[in-house]
């Protein structure tokens, strides 16, 4: 959290990780070793479209962090592999949204996190990336549906809202558990709905 490389976007969501004592003794892969899909950290990484870096005596490789979640609690680690880095682009870090909604203010479990990535130049949408935590097996990161707003200025953006919004509506199919689906969507929808205006369209 101290770390001047550390982007803004990570430091708030590693702020609510926990309590104090536990941040200090714990990492980022560690956070991310379970493949739970409301890790704090989780959702920073898909927003982001980081890459995991893995290591064992055999070799290295580097894997999206899309592909290293396959299901709940299911990450593509094999048995020898450590994870040693998490690497985030350095880009389109600088206009972000994110909310946690937990049933308290400390040492909350998501019920529903969101982030959003929103990155304009030239009047134009260079990137626009969302991701959902805590609705399904995984973080949820629809980039086909994101990609909609890509390069698009914001009066374009605009008219395609209702559009971009449907398609969110539609492929958000939250998991039931301690609450209900209907309110896990509802919240989604929500939060897409205030990055959106917070972003201007």
């Known amino acids: 959290m101290d770390h001047p490389l550390t982007p803004p976007i990570l430091k708030e969501a590693v702020s609510q990780i926990a309590a104090p ?33 893995l290591v064992s005596r055999k070799g290295e490789r580097l894997l999206p962090v899309k592909e290293f979640y396959i299901g709940r609690k299911q990450l593509a680690l094999a048995p020898d592999e450590l994870i040693t880095e998490l690497l985030i682009p350095k880009t389109s870090l600088c206009s972000y949204y ?3 909604v937990g049933a308290r203010k400390a040492q909350a479990i998501s019920r529903v996190c969101f982030a959003g990535l929103m990155d304009i130049a030239g ?5 626009c990336s969302t991701a959902f935590g805590a609705v ?3 973080v949820l990161r629809l980039d086909d549906i994101d990609s909609m707003l890509a390069g698009k200025t914001i009066e374009e953006a605009k008219i395609l ?3 971009y919004l449907k398609a969110f509506e539609q492929a958000i199919i939250p998991i039931t558990g301690r609450i209900s689906a209907e309110y896990r969507k509802d919240v989604c929808m929500n939060l897409l709905k205030d ?3 917070t972003s201007g369209i």
Do not use: C, M, Q, W
């Open 21 to 53: 004592a536990i941040r200090n003794f714990g990492t980022v892969g560690g956070n991310i070793g379970n493949g739970s899909a409301k890790a704090d950290s989780a959702l920073i990484f898909f927003v982001t479209d980081s890459v995991v870096h």
């Open 98 to 100: 994110y909310k946690k």
């Open 123 to 127: 009047g134009k949408i260079v990137k």
């Open 136 to 138: 399904s097996e995984v």
């Open 161 to 163: 809202k209702p559009a």
């Open 195 to 197: 990055f959106l205006d």
